[in-house]
């Protein structure tokens, strides 16, 4: 049987050696449960197609602009559920976090007059203390995190209240450069260009480092021809995006800043012992316990993230309103971040998912919002089609799911 095994393990190396291997290895973890990015990046199609037969508007480059620096405020939000998901956890005050933030810049920018880097560097601390705070009542006390962020919702809103005072809105300076980062400064096409380079030429080094690692410990791993052929690929797509968005405005900071969060999440999550514990944990936590992972200081550390992403996504949401008011971080803000988090393909199980699905998600909720808003319908059918979208996300991490279980029994 062990003979059996070895020689069907030393087919499928060989059989992953190129293209037709790495296309075979993609179907084969699909059909055992393991989809990965494909219904959302299916979905988005689909989602886009859409709206551009209903509206020619819909993908031109000025609204793809404008799609991508409304996407980066909540989308780095949920960056930070992201990470909480991934341990099977959930937190419910991201919004009122992010409202907080915002509001504790604005009173320490405008209304102390402190540099405006100082505020920031505040408003960021005051939101790794509450993922601190969250932490210690998970771990000491066993609340569970629903309950202790539902109560640090309301709590946070209310103080957030507080901070605003009587005036209940405090505008920023429209000439400061925190406001031109979120709404005039856009990264020159030269330099847009020399990013998608970057980024092309890190996916192939990352990506060939990891495979002569899998090759060192006897595992299966990609051939130079699939990492060549991936690193181009995407390559031409960053291309082709940096040249479609410059015919209007090009590509904003504030969105390569959200692009850049996500890739350094990815890389601390598929990368390093942290990420692999974080997985570790979510999977299993009884398992990740017995093999000396410190179960409580992962806690508290996807706690720690998940606020202070709240609290960068507060302020960045503040400087692209330029002003921070009562329904900061209100509305729609924690539902969208959770459902941008879900969408992505993260596992409200925990142990599946990637930085990445907070990008993804985040374009699809974006891209609903817009293309309805350009059809003149009313923001409770928006509602309704991200409800709906969302619980098709959830039902296909059900089954897919249920198809690893069963197929690993197999």
């Given at each position: 049987m062990s003979a059996i095994t070895t020689d069907r393990q030393d087919e499928r190396l060989k059989n992953r050696d190129g293209l037709r291997g790495a296309?075979?290895?993609v179907l084969e973890r699909a059909r055992g449960g393991d989809l990965g990015v494909i219904p959302v990046v299916v979905?988005?199609?689909v989602i886009w197609s859409v709206f551009q037969i209903l509206n020619p508007i819909f993908l031109s480059s000025a609204n793809l602009v404008n799609l991508t620096l409304e996407s980066a405020a909540v989308g780095v939000i949920a960056l930070g559920i992201v990470c909480v998901l991934l341990v099977g956890q959930i937190d419910l005050s991201v919004g009122s976090v992010s409202g907080l933030s915002g509001a504790v810049l604005a009173v320490l920018f405008v209304g102390q007059g402190l540099p405006v880097w100082l505020a920031i560097l505040?408003?960021?601390?005051?939101?790794?203390?509450?993922?601190?705070?969250?932490g210690q009542l998970f771990n000491r006390f066993g609340v569970p995190s629903f309950v202790i962020t539902l109560a640090g919702l309301l709590a946070f809103l209310g103080l957030q209240l507080y901070v605003l005072g009587t005036k209940g809105s405090i505008n920023l300076p429209f000439d400061s450069g925190l406001v031109n980062f979120a709404q005039l400064d856009f990264v020159p096409a030269g330099l847009s260009y020399a990013f998608a380079v970057i980024a092309a030429v890190w996916l192939f080094v990352s990506g060939h480092l990891h495979a002569r690692e899998r090759r060192k410990a006897g595992l299966s791993a990609r051939s130079l021809s699939t990492l060549v052929v991936r690193s181009a690929a995407l390559l031409v797509v960053l291309a082709v995006m940096v040249w479609y968005l410059g015919q209007t405005r090009g590509v904003g900071w504030m969105f390569v800043f959200f692009v850049a969060l996500v890739l350094i999440m990815h890389y601390l999550l598929s990368r390093t012992k942290w990420g692999r514990a974080v997985y570790a944990v979510g999977g299993n936590v009884e398992a990740a316990r017995r093999a000396g992972i410190n179960v409580r200081s992962i806690y508290t550390s996807v706690f720690v993230l998940c606020s202070t992403f709240a609290a960068v996504g507060g302020i960045l949401a503040a400087a692209r309103l330029a002003a921070a008011n009562q329904s900061s971080g209100a509305g729609d803000v924690n539902l969208n971040a959770i459902a941008a988090a879900v969408i992505g393909g993260t596992s409200l199980f925990g142990g599946r998912g990637t930085a990445f699905g907070a990008?993804?998600?985040?374009?699809?909720?974006?891209?609903?919002?817009s293309g309805l808003t350009l059809l003149n319908l009313d923001s409770s059918i928006r509602f309704v089609v991200t409800g709906a979208v969302l619980l098709l996300a959830v039902?296909?991490?059900?089954?897919s799911r249920r198809s690893r279980t069963s197929h690993g029994r197999a």
């Amino acid at each position: 049987m062990s003979a059996i095994t070895t020689d069907r393990q030393d087919e499928r190396l060989k059989n992953r050696d190129g293209l037709r291997g790495a296309v075979a290895d993609v179907l084969e973890r699909a059909r055992g449960g393991d989809l990965g990015v494909i219904p959302v990046v299916v979905g988005l199609i689909v989602i886009w197609s859409v709206f551009q037969i209903l509206n020619p508007i819909f993908l031109s480059s000025a609204n793809l602009v404008n799609l991508t620096l409304e996407s980066a405020a909540v989308g780095v939000i949920a960056l930070g559920i992201v990470c909480v998901l991934l341990v099977g956890q959930i937190d419910l005050s991201v919004g009122s976090v992010s409202g907080l933030s915002g509001a504790v810049l604005a009173v320490l920018f405008v209304g102390q007059g402190l540099p405006v880097w100082l505020a920031i560097l505040a408003s960021v601390l005051m939101g790794a203390v509450v993922g601190w705070l969250y932490g210690q009542l998970f771990n000491r006390f066993g609340v569970p995190s629903f309950v202790i962020t539902l109560a640090g919702l309301l709590a946070f809103l209310g103080l957030q209240l507080y901070v605003l005072g009587t005036k209940g809105s405090i505008n920023l300076p429209f000439d400061s450069g925190l406001v031109n980062f979120a709404q005039l400064d856009f990264v020159p096409a030269g330099l847009s260009y020399a990013f998608a380079v970057i980024a092309a030429v890190w996916l192939f080094v990352s990506g060939h480092l990891h495979a002569r690692e899998r090759r060192k410990a006897g595992l299966s791993a990609r051939s130079l021809s699939t990492l060549v052929v991936r690193s181009a690929a995407l390559l031409v797509v960053l291309a082709v995006m940096v040249w479609y968005l410059g015919q209007t405005r090009g590509v904003g900071w504030m969105f390569v800043f959200f692009v850049a969060l996500v890739l350094i999440m990815h890389y601390l999550l598929s990368r390093t012992k942290w990420g692999r514990a974080v997985y570790a944990v979510g999977g299993n936590v009884e398992a990740a316990r017995r093999a000396g992972i410190n179960v409580r200081s992962i806690y508290t550390s996807v706690f720690v993230l998940c606020s202070t992403f709240a609290a960068v996504g507060g302020i960045l949401a503040a400087a692209r309103l330029a002003a921070a008011n009562q329904s900061s971080g209100a509305g729609d803000v924690n539902l969208n971040a959770i459902a941008a988090a879900v969408i992505g393909g993260t596992s409200l199980f925990g142990g599946r998912g990637t930085a990445f699905g907070a990008l993804l998600g985040i374009i699809v909720i974006q891209s609903i919002s817009s293309g309805l808003t350009l059809l003149n319908l009313d923001s409770s059918i928006r509602f309704v089609v991200t409800g709906a979208v969302l619980l098709l996300a959830v039902i296909v991490d059900s089954v897919s799911r249920r198809s690893r279980t069963s197929h690993g029994r197999a």
